[in-house]
């Protein structure tokens, strides 16, 4: 069996059953060590994750290192890695030679990577995923895409989010979405839906997050339409009944940034230690899972659910 096989059998078991898999952004890596134990103690399946915004903006030194610091802490029947937004052109606009950084994560062991062409045109998006696809699945790693923007990273200031949400201004399509899927054979897919990044730029990246809501019947339009696993980014501080829908109706995946890095930030900025910074996280990541996903537990009920040929 390929390496990414379970891993994808448990996600598709996820998406149907209404079981979220968290995965938590890490910028530094000492953050990585309370991940791992929160998730393992409470047996809940999630992934760590790493962008190329956390090797520029943050303190991870490198793809390959953030690797090596996981599989210290890592039980691999609970815990996977995942290699988050490589972006095609980046952030603050400028284009980024992706094709390393991709080629690294394989090399050094992810199970999933993420190409992020979704600020080029639709062709465009299709042709580089596809790409990756075919580097990725060839050494049996899973690939996330992104089809619709998921504002936030940008330095500018976001519109204001109820225009953003009323006008559906960069909302994905279902119809493009089940072409996207088609011609790509991508394994989950990125949506926009509502939600919007946490901030990363300047003074912004310390301040509260915009309480984000979510189309949850677009959510159930691309689940029917694409019928892969639908990720969702901005996890932080979106509005706890939209979370639950979104997860009842398709969401396999959701991304959590803000809400680990914030209180570890506070603790350092406060003069902690880096044990006091683990500590506010593993408590943090344990909420999450326990309170706000109530997914203690997942990887056994995954597990039953998976029916192994
Ligand atoms: P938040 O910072 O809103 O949690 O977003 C995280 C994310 O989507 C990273 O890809």
């Not at 990585?32 to 030194?61: D, Q, W, Y």
């Not at 996207?180 to 509260?208: C, E, M, Y």
Request: one cysteine or more.
């Amino acid at each position: 069996m390929k390496r990414s096989d379970r891993l994808a059998r448990l996600v598709r078991a996820a998406a149907n059953n209404g079981i979220v898999i968290p995965a938590f952004n890490v910028f530094y890596l000492p953050l990585i060590k309370p991940i791992c134990e929160a998730l393992i103690a409470h047996n809940t399946l999630g992934m760590v994750e790493v962008s190329r915004i956390e090797l520029r903006k943050f303190e991870v030194p490198s793809i390959s290192a953030a690797a090596e610091e996981y599989r210290k802490h890592a039980n691999l029947r609970i815990t996977a890695l995942h290699l988050d937004h490589i972006p095609v052109i980046d952030e603050d606009g400028l284009e980024v030679d992706w094709h390393p950084l991709i080629e690294e994560g394989i090399r050094s062991g992810y199970d999933s990577v993420m190409i992020d062409a979704s600020r080029l045109p639709f062709e465009d998006n299709v042709a580089v995923t596809a790409e990756v696809v075919r580097m990725a699945h060839a050494e049996g790693v899973l690939v996330e895409a992104e089809l619709g923007s998921v504002l936030g990273h940008e330095a500018g200031p976001l519109p204001p989010y109820e225009e953003l949400f009323e006008s559906k201004a960069g909302f994905t399509d279902p119809e493009q979405a089940r072409e996207f899927v088609r011609r790509t054979n991508v394994d989950w897919l990125s949506v926009s839906v509502g939600s919007v990044h946490g901030a990363i730029a300047g003074a912004t990246k310390n301040q509260a997050k915009v309480e984000a809501r979510l189309d949850i019947e677009r959510i159930r339009q691309l689940r029917d339409a694409t019928g892969v696993p639908l990720v969702l980014h901005g996890g932080s501080g979106i509005r706890l009944e939209y979370v639950r829908e979104a997860i009842a109706n398709g969401i396999a995946k959701i991304n959590i940034a803000t809400d680990i890095r914030q209180p570890y930030d506070r603790i350092i900025a406060e003069g902690g230690t880096v044990q006091e910074g683990q500590k506010v996280v593993f408590d943090t990541v344990s909420d999450i899972i326990v309170n706000r996903y109530s997914i203690k537990g997942s990887v056994s009920r995954l597990e039953r659910l998976v029916v192994y040929e």
